[in-house]
């Protein structure tokens, strides 16, 4: 496949990766070097899945760090230490070709370890925000709330708007911080 610029191809894995249900990083970004000088011009980029990395199995126990052999592992407060990371191999490389085309040279669908599913991207943060940005939707809520209306309140309307929770792509926190970002300091 080939792409007319960088951010197309940012762009369309992006989608991609919203579609299928897994959250999408970029690791890695090359720039052109022109006489010893870094340039802003993208030579290649990789994006992952953003459960790409080794899961973290470190953790605080009685103020000292301790490793354990197992990420998830219950903890004291009887919480589960869990890691969201699983070594997923899912990826894209992109460089541009002669004809200045951003074209996908190495390409990894297949995840590991765990299943992404349309569902799931509800609950990844970029595609949560994503859906509090359409039109205008963060100031009317704004609006709202400066009248008065709780935002429990709001976020009950949203759900009844969209029939039902599964429909709407944010949680009541995510109404509270576009709120609270609205406000002037």
């Not at 899945?49 to 354990?68: E, L």
């Not at 969201?84 to 990826?91: R, S």
């Not at 004809?99 to 990894?108: D, G, P, Q, R």
């Not at 297949?110 to 940005?133: A, D, F, G, Q, V």
Request: with cysteine.
């Amino acid at each position: 496949m080939t792409f007319p610029s960088w951010d197309a191809v940012d762009s369309y894995y992006h989608a991609y990766g919203k579609q299928r249900g897994f959250g999408v990083v970029r690791t890695a970004v090359s720039y052109k070097q022109k006489a010893g000088r870094s340039t802003r011009e993208n030579r290649a980029g990789i994006w992952r899945c953003d459960c790409w990395r080794k899961p973290d199995k470190r953790h605080v126990s009685k103020g000292k760090r301790v490793v354990v052999q197992s990420p998830i592992q219950k903890s004291p407060t009887n919480k589960t230490n869990s890691s969201k990371k699983y070594e997923c191999p899912a990826m894209v490389y992109a460089k541009p070709n002669k004809c200045n085309e951003w074209e996908l040279c190495i390409v990894v669908l297949e995840h590991k370890n765990h299943t992404p599913t349309p569902s799931k991207s509800r609950h990844i943060p970029k595609y949560r925000n994503e859906e509090l940005n359409k039109c205008n939707v963060a100031r009317n809520l704004f609006n709202v709330n400066a009248a008065g209306v709780s935002i429990a309140k709001i976020h009950r309307t949203l759900v009844m708007e969209r029939n039902g929770l599964e429909n709407l792509g944010v949680c009541e926190r995510d109404v509270r911080n576009a709120i609270d970002k609205m406000v002037p300091p």
